[in-house]
């Protein structure tokens, strides 16, 4: 296998994209192209552990299982200012990924029209973002590219935070000890974005005919991210 960490912005060391890539049979001139996916880790945009079991593992499970596989660490509180966290910055780190995957897809015998992407808790938030969002001006004006090379071919979503408003109400009645109470900062830039930022950057209010399939999955006994995302 070929791991290799590789910085996706010119002008900064914490946006990285890590390489799960079956190493090239050389008895195989012409490989298979194979399906990619993108993995993006939880930490409440906070942080971005890619160690961690939403990281470096789900790439390799799905390596093992014939993907080419990569962990996206995107912009987060922790390693970056905040006007490099607010949104749609992740959406941006996460297109640019797509782009970089693309743009190496025959040297990593990948099919591009096969990429897809799963994230976990902040993760979550993130694919369902971008994969109700692809198709506009966000990604294509910013990259001066055509849309259709941002489309995922689908997006896992686990345990994700779907609906902001659902998840912001849900906080201010099951305080988390955790979270604490500036967990919007990083994405909004504000403890207390109102309905409209909420709204604006919630999956389930983006669905459109330019979605993908999407998979979801949640704990009823989450403390953190509600079930009702």
């Known amino acids: 296998m070929i791991i290799e960490t590789i910085d996706l912005w010119e002008d900064r060391d914490d946006v990285k994209l890590t390489t799960f890539l079956a190493a090239p049979d050389p008895f195989m001139p012409n490989p298979v192209k194979k399906p990619a996916v993108i993995v993006c880790p939880g930490g409440a945009y ?7 079991n939403e990281g470096d593992p ?9 993907y080419q596989a990569f962990v996206l660490e995107y912009s987060v509180a922790e390693s970056a200012p905040q006007e490099k966290t607010l949104f749609p910055a992740q959406v941006r780190d996460l297109g640019k990924a797509m782009l970089e995957i693309r743009a190496h897809a025959d040297e990593w015998a990948i099919d591009p029209e096969k990429i897809s992407v799963i994230g976990f808790s902040a993760g979550g938030h993130l694919c369902g973002m971008y994969a109700t969002t692809w198709h506009t001006p966000v990604l294509s004006e910013y ?26 109400a849900y906080l201010k ?9 500036d967990i919007n900062v990083p994405v909004f830039g504000t403890a207390n974005p109102n309905a409209e930022m909420l709204k604006a950057y919630s999956p389930s209010e983006l669905v459109s005919e330019h979605t993908g399939p999407v998979f979801l999955a949640a ?7 509600t079930a009702k995302n």
């Open 143 to 168: 990259f001066h590219e055509d849309s259709s090379v941002f489309k995922p071919l689908t997006a896992m979503l686990i345990y994700p935070v779907a609906d902001y408003v659902i998840q912001d």
């Open 219 to 225: 704990a009823m006994d989450d403390g953190m991210v």
């Open 58 to 66: 789900v790439a390799m499970t799905f390596a093992a299982d014939g």
């Open 173 to 181: 009645e099951n305080p988390s000890p955790v979270l604490g109470p």
């Open 46 to 52: 906070r942080s971005c552990p890619r160690h961690g």
